[in-house]
């Protein structure tokens, strides 16, 4: 939810995507446009002057500076820099490459056959076959570059090709040929290698008006969602948009969402597929992690916010970066303006004001426009993002969940997701890195991936075909660093802290629904086989014995629902008051844990003097003061008690009469026999 101090712009003050102040913004006077470089993340500018201005966009960052450098005069088409950073590659014409070295400042020119082909685009590789791929009408050729620039032609792939489209992100690119731009080639120039995809048509609808539609490039999309590839096609016939998932040996489609405009655009956000309905100005959020293709929430419109809180310092501090940016105000940005482009995965670049959006997402309101509790506390499981945020959401909503005496099994339900995901993230390694080293950029591993977990459960016979491989860059790592300080995944121990013990004093009168949770709980520990934070069994014991159901927890004890421990004896003995049988199994606890002077200590308490002392006897205890069965004794008033721990003292300790303990109550009890006679 929005609260009155954030500004806002859209219909109404509900969002679940939205875009926020400050952007980053290019104040470059002159510029002839800008352009996005995907595999560094940068954000390019090109003024009239030849100059090419470049700010890295991960992490996002709306004050840093940009890098400048000059590149010779004349039209430009794209502009990328190579991985490292050390060249500029500007596309002049259809048939004209340039390569601009920062260092040496070296020129090398590219050129096609003019008239026989035409270059559609080009793109860097960190594959180790090639370091550039450029695409022509005839195909694609895959070149090796030096480090002097220059350029020795590799292997060229021969097709014909209309238009492409590639992301970094995946390593993938799309080849589309064809009358109608359907039959689509697939390469994947990734660090295992170059590797051909099968060949495969997208699916179109025809009407009479309309028997032949054409697709173009501006209708496909290629998103990478928990470390799977997915193209997204848009066929507006049928007014659907048709997935279709990359593995190596086959491209299976998977389904089709409903569209509501004839022009959309996709994001992708902490593993989300945003569909931006743009003539509908609204945005339709997807998790393609579940089986069912409906919506996460409600179609609702995409909005900006101002700052969060009120710090006049921060917002004083970034004046003079604004510029005319600083009153921008509702008035000002029109959301999903025709000049808006949408950058893999999450950035809008607005051509006209000048000005990159990061697309964020509110967990909260999600959250409270979700009634299935239960696949909510799924779906925050999943998010990495914003992993604290989804951890607090999940812990709210289960103790929610009790203290609103919802069904025990609804609630059980529940607790057994968040067990299951932390149990999944430490046998998967995930929970462990992300809490102690942060965060990494990795190749997910067929075994850590959720897609095959899901894909064991399920039996699905296609998640058994081999996927395509996938790099993730590692920028990807870096830009989520400061949101990915912890995992979403709750341990037990946590469990306890946040949720039973802080609803136990609420729920203590209605001890046997809580029992009956915590029961569910342990069972679910159990099958994991996860360690269980030993408050919980003495939780167990204070509420059982709280409700005087000491036969259930004689059975808790004996059938080792409740495992054994120093903790969970002492908390059988002090509810043993109530109950001497309990008390029993608190002592007999503590004998088979070896815990001796607990159990002498104990059995002392309970007037059994004599016992104590055979069983110091017995197993050689040291570390009970005599004094203690003595002032034990003597506070009793049973003098024949006293007398009697005396003799059998004098005899197990060698010396005993000669030290100062026996002098003293041998003469207490002397002087109590002679007030007695008396």
């Known amino acids: 939810m929005l609260s009155s101090s954030q500004p806002s712009v859209g219909s109404g003050a509900l969002s679940h995507a939205y875009i926020q102040h400050p952007s980053l913004r290019c104040n470059v006077p002159e510029s002839r446009g800008l352009f996005y470089d995907d595999a560094n993340r940068l954000l390019i500018c090109v003024t009239s002057s030849s100059q090419v201005f470049s700010w890295e966009t991960a992490p996002f960052n709306p004050d840093v500076s940009p890098s400048v450098d000059s590149i010779s005069e004349g039209p430009i088409l794209s502009v990328r820099f190579s991985l490292d950073k050390k060249v500029i590659a500007v596309q002049r014409s259809d048939c004209d490459i340039q390569f601009f070295h920062r260092e040496t400042k070296k020129t090398l ?369 870096d830009e989520q660093q400061e949101s990915q300080l912890s995992s979403p995944a709750i341990s037990p121990d946590e469990l306890y802290k946040f949720v039973f013990a802080s609803v136990e004093e609420v729920m203590v009168e209605e001890s046997d629904y809580l029992v009956a949770i915590i029961t569910e709980f342990l069972r679910s520990i159990s099958a994991e086989k996860l360690k269980v934070d030993l408050n919980i069994y003495v939780m167990t014991i204070r509420l059982l014995a709280h409700s005087k159901r000491f036969a259930e927890l004689s059975l808790f004890i004996t059938n080792k629902i409740i495992e054994p421990s120093k903790e969970v004896a002492l908390q059988l003995l002090e509810s043993g008051g109530q109950n001497l049988r309990v008390r029993k199994l608190g002592l007999d606890m503590l004998r088979q844990l070896s815990l001796h002077h607990e159990y002498i200590s104990s059995l002392v308490q309970d007037g059994y003097y004599l016992e104590a002392l055979r069983y110091a006897q017995k197993h050689k205890v040291t570390s009970v003061r005599s004094s203690l069965f003595l002032e034990a004794a003597f506070a009793s008033n049973d003098m024949q008690h006293l007398a009697a721990i005396l003799r059998v003292l004098s005899e197990l300790i060698p010396g005993f009469k000669e030290t100062s303990e026996y002098y003293t109550f041998h003469g207490l009890l002397n002087e109590t026999s002679s007030l007695v006679a008396v």
């Open 109 to 477: 020119n590219h050129k096609c056959k003019a008239g026989s082909e035409s270059i559609l685009g080009f793109f860097w590789s960190d594959s180790p076959l090639c370091d550039l791929a450029v695409v022509k009408t005839s195909g694609m050729d895959l070149f090796a570059c030096d480090s002097s620039m220059n350029l020795r032609l590799v292997e060229t792939k021969k097709v014909n090709v209309n238009w492409y489209i590639y992301t970094h992100e995946s390593r993938l690119v799309l080849l589309a040929s064809g009358l109608q731009c359907k039959t689509i080639t697939g390469f994947q120039l990734s660090t295992a290698g170059v590797v051909r995809l099968p060949k495969f048509e997208m699916t179109l609808a025809t009407t009479e008006s309309n028997s032949k539609p054409i697709i173009s490039s501006g209708d496909v999309h290629l998103v990478t969602v928990y470390g799977r590839i997915y193209c997204l096609q848009v066929d507006r016939e049928a007014m659907l948009l048709h997935t279709y998932r990359f593995y190596r040996d086959a491209v299976v489609q998977q389904g089709s969402l409903p569209i509501y405009s004839s022009k959309l655009s996709v994001s992708v956000v902490d593993n989300l597929l945003l569909v931006h309905q743009i003539d509908a100005k609204v945005v339709i959020i997807y998790d393609l992690f579940v089986d069912s293709r409906a919506p996460v929430s409600a179609p609702l419109p995409l909005l900006w916010r101002g700052y969060q809180g009120s710090d006049a310092s921060s917002q004083a501090g970034s004046k003079e970066n604004e510029s005319p940016e600083s009153s921008t105000s509702n008035e000002n940005i029109v959301m999903y303006e025709d000049a808006w482009t949408f950058l893999v995965p999450d950035l809008i670049l607005d051509q006209s004001s000048k000005v990159l959006w990061r697309v964020h997402l509110d967990l909260e309101a999600i959250s409270a426009s979700s009634s299935d509790r239960t696949s909510l506390l799924e779906f925050l499981q999943r998010r990495k993002l914003e992993a604290n945020k989804a951890k607090q959401l999940c812990l709210g909503i289960a103790r929610a969940l009790i203290l609103e005496r919802r069904p025990a099994t609804q609630v059980t339900q529940a607790i057994n997701v968040l067990v299951t995901a932390y149990s999944y993230s430490v046998k998967a390694g995930i929970y462990k890195e992300l809490k102690n080293e942060k965060t990494t950029a990795t190749t997910p591993t067929n075994g850590a991936s959720p897609d095959n977990e899901r894909g064991r459960a399920s039996g699905s016979s296609i998640d058994e075909e081999e996927e395509v491989e996938m790099d993730l860059p590692s920028g990807s790592a």
